[in-house]
């Protein structure tokens, strides 16, 4: 008889061998977990063809378990103060590890063949997203640029109204205050 076995899916220890895969609990439990797993991959695959770039914030240091690998994954992909959305989950999913480690894990569970497809991003895929991440990062920059002119503009702007204050007070306001202040005391 197979010595008993833990099912990290279903979290029990089972002592059918092989034959625990095929149970109903344990491709009930497998499915619920594929499909707790599916939006996020889902999301990740829409970025390939349109990859975006956000200003860093804390929450975009979120991970993903991903049960093929039994491995928590980044989601994002952070540099600095830059966050490629998605960047973190796609590169693991179209990574040769993933690959092999998926390959395992749906021949070790039994799980659907045609289900196997949606959780792999080709290395295809991969280059389609890297490029896009690129023009994604190069019109972000563009548009910081223009932030950091537009405000260089208003600090112009500031200034020169400053000016126009000094010199007018210099010019008109001085007596005007002399004035205020003869009529205060
Ligand atoms: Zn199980
Ligand atoms: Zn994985």
């Known amino acids: 008889m197979a010595p008993p076995q833990r099912c990290p899916l279903c979290r029990q220890t089972f002592f059918c061998g092989r034959g625990h895969v095929y149970s109903r609990k344990h491709q009930r439990q497998l499915k619920a977990a594929l499909e707790r797993l599916l939006p996020q991959v889902e999301a ?76 792999l991003i080709s290395p295809q895929d991969y280059a389609r997203f890297k490029k896009s991440m690129v023009k994604s990062l190069d019109s972000y920059e563009e548009k910081e640029d223009e932030v950091i002119k537009e405000m260089a503009a208003k600090i112009r702007e500031v200034e020169q109204s400053r000016q126009e204050v000094v010199r007018s007070v210099l010019e008109v306001g001085f007596p005007r205050r002399i004035q205020s202040s003869i009529q205060i005391h």
């Open 44 to 119: 990740a695959r829409k970025a390939v063809r349109a990859a975006q770039v956000e200003r860093y914030v804390p929450e975009h240091d979120r991970c993903c378990w991903c049960l093929c690998c039994s491995c928590e994954v980044q989601k994002h992909l952070s540099h600095g103060n830059l966050t490629v959305l998605h960047g973190g989950l796609l590169e693991h999913l179209a990574s040769p590890e993933h690959k092999k480690a998926t390959n395992k894990f749906w021949w070790e569970n039994k799980a659907e063949v045609q289900m196997k497809e949606k959780f």
